[in-house]
């Protein structure tokens, strides 16, 4: 049974940095791509960042209104993805989801965060980012 488990969620100011984790158990590792998603209040989700495999080559991608601010990474040797967050704005404020996608053969090239694509998801840390 694969199971992600989002953590690190909290109360931070705007300015500040907090460092999401996502534990994934019942998977091989780096055959999987990840990505967080966020959902605010009233609003849909979006999605935020993905990297996709190793066997694919760890490639990051991120959404415009996160670059230079949000990094994506993952620690095979934990199974753990984590997304670092610096200089955060109000308007990160949300649910954070993580996923995770199947990538056996290395083929997924990430150019976008399409929810449809991904198989698994775990249940959410809340961040709120205080003006």
């Known amino acids: 049974e694969v199971q992600l488990q989002a953590s690190g969620g909290g109360l931070v100011q705007a300015g500040g940095s907090l460092k999401l984790s996502c534990a994934a158990s019942?998977?091989?590792?780096?055959?999987?791509?990840f990505g967080w998603f966020r959902q605010a209040p009233g609003k849909g989700r979006e999605g935020v960042t993905c990297?996709?495999?190793?066997?694919?080559?760890?490639?990051?991608y991120y959404t415009d209104s996160v670059k230079g601010r949000f990094t994506i990474s993952r620690d095979d040797a934990k199974n753990t993805v984590y997304l670092q967050m610096n200089s955060v704005k109000p308007e990160d404020t949300a649910i954070y989801y993580c996923?995770?996608?199947?990538?056996?053969?290395?083929?997924?090239?990430?150019?976008?965060?399409?929810?449809?694509?991904?198989?698994?998801w775990g249940q959410g840390t809340q961040v709120t980012v205080s003006s």
């Open positions: 990297i996709s495999s190793s066997g694919g080559g760890s490639i990051t």
């Open positions: 996923a995770a996608l199947e990538d056996y053969s290395g083929s997924y090239y990430p150019v976008g965060l399409r929810e449809h694509e991904w198989d698994y």
């Open positions: 019942g998977v091989i590792f780096d055959a999987f791509a």
